[in-house]
């Protein structure tokens, strides 16, 4: 099992088509966007099309701290760019509601989600 993602070891794989990373069911407590990018800063510029096929991180006893801030950026910026979901707080989903008497789906208790009508796959 995996605990610690030195830094760039994602990096090279970033012109592979659709790539995805699977590093369920691992040891890591943190994970640092250097492991992805070439360094910290960049993900923000590069956005997810390095990881567009997906990250999945479940089951792995990630600490809730700062240094994964990252991370929940990351997660709702993928869901826009690739999986073309966008999200918006419950309180403005709840008024678009009553304005259009559309239904829309629900993500979680807290954000709620709409699937674009055009995907550009």
Same mark, same amino acid.
């Not at 993900?43 to 929940?72: F, H, K, M, Y």
């Not at 990351?74 to 073309?84: K, S």
């Not at 979901?85 to 419950?90: A, E, F, S, T, W």
């Given at each position: 099992?995996?605990?610690?993602?030195?830094?760039?070891?994602?990096?090279? !794989?970033?012109?592979?088509? +659709?790539?995805?990373?699977?590093?369920?069911?691992?040891?890591?407590?943190?994970?640092?966007?250097?492991?992805?990018?070439?360094?910290?800063?960049?993900?923000?510029?590069?956005?997810? +099309?390095?990881?567009?096929?997906?990250?999945?991180?479940?089951?792995?006893?990630?600490?809730?701290?700062?240094?994964?801030?990252?991370?929940?950026?990351?997660?709702? +910026?993928?869901?826009?760019?690739?999986?073309?979901?966008? !999200?918006?707080?419950?309180?403005?989903?709840?008024?678009?509601? +009553?304005?259009?008497?559309?239904?829309?789906?629900? !993500?979680?208790?807290?954000?709620?989600?709409?699937? !674009?009508?055009?995907?550009?796959?």
């Amino acid at each position: 099992m995996v605990n610690d993602l030195p830094p760039g070891v994602f990096y090279a !794989l970033k012109y592979i088509p +659709r790539l995805s990373i699977d590093l369920s069911d691992n040891l890591l407590a943190a994970l640092a966007p250097d492991s992805f990018y070439p360094n910290a800063s960049s993900w923000d510029a590069v956005g997810t +099309r390095s990881v567009i096929g997906g990250l999945d991180v479940s089951n792995n006893p990630l600490q809730c701290e700062c240094g994964l801030v990252w991370l929940g950026h990351w997660l709702r +910026r993928w869901l826009r760019e690739t999986a073309q979901v966008n !999200l918006i707080p419950k309180d403005e989903m709840k008024q678009m509601i +009553r304005n259009t008497g559309k239904k829309f789906g629900v !993500l979680d208790g807290t954000l709620f989600a709409t699937i !674009l009508a055009t995907r550009h796959d």
